[in-house]
């Protein structure tokens, strides 16, 4: 079974500080990993998509990469700013599974 | 714009009460997905359908029961509504498994009293 692990479970930065974001997962048989940002009260945004056969995705200011053989996906956010305060999950969709959910990294960025 | 609409945002009810909640999507998605959110537990699957007339238990799938009779809605019953299914309750749909990405709505907070 899947599960899906995120580091750290907090951050708080200053602005404009480079940040990086952990994803970790036990079974690297995925179709694809997304990442998505919450805002308190509201629903999921996704913020980006990978698919097993790609490497790294980049949407702006975010760059998210899937290094499958290790179970591992980070999240890089540049030049943060205090409006990307939020948690940020990350989930796994697995063969003969679903999506399976990391708890989120809830994200500070201080002005 | 497409978008994944849920109904009501906020409800209020009373143990052993039906209670159900409506999703409806207009992304034309085949797959339509029901979570429930927990402070500790994260996200949660509780049913999920991958087209018209096909639904499946996900993991915490009692006490709740779904059907599926369009390719737009697929609405969430409580049957006997209990204070543990007090939480937040998310639908989202994705186009075909394996290939989509999964859209979510605003929620419904559902407080069971």
């Known amino acids: 079974k899947q599960e899906v692990t995120q580091i750290p479970a907090a951050l708080s930065v200053p602005e404009g500080e480079n940040l990086v974001l952990n994803c970790s997962f036990t079974?690297?048989?995925?179709?694809?990993l997304q990442w998505f940002r919450q805002d308190p009260g509201k629903g999921l945004t996704s913020l980006l998509l990978i698919q097993s056969s790609q490497r790294e995705q980049t949407s702006g200011r975010l760059n998210a990469s899937l290094d499958k053989s290790s179970g591992r996906s980070t999240l890089y956010i540049a030049a943060s700013q205090p409006g990307d305060s939020a948690t940020y999950l990350c989930?796994?969709?697995?063969?003969?599974?679903?999506?399976?959910f990391g708890p989120g990294t809830r994200l500070s960025v201080l002005p | 714009d497409a978008e994944i609409t849920q109904s009501p945002r906020h409800k209020i009810t009373e143990t052993g009460r039906q209670v159900t909640l409506a999703c409806h999507q207009t992304?034309?998605?085949?797959?339509m997905f029901w979570y429930r959110q927990d402070l500790g537990h994260g996200l949660r699957l509780i049913h999920y359908s991958y087209g018209v007339q096909d639904t499946n238990k996900g993991e915490v799938s009692d006490g709740y029961s779904v059907s599926r009779s369009n390719t737009e809605d697929l609405p969430l019953t409580l049957e006997s509504a209990a204070s543990s299914q007090t939480s937040v309750y998310f639908c989202?749909?994705?186009?075909?498994?394996?290939?989509?990405?999964?859209?979510f709505g605003e929620g419904s907070r559902l407080t069971v009293l």
């Open positions: 992304w034309n998605h085949n797959n």
């Open positions: 079974d690297s048989a995925i179709y694809n």
């Open positions: 989202a749909s994705s186009e075909k498994k394996g290939t989509g990405e999964l859209f």
């Open positions: 989930a796994a969709d697995n063969y003969g599974q679903n999506f399976v």
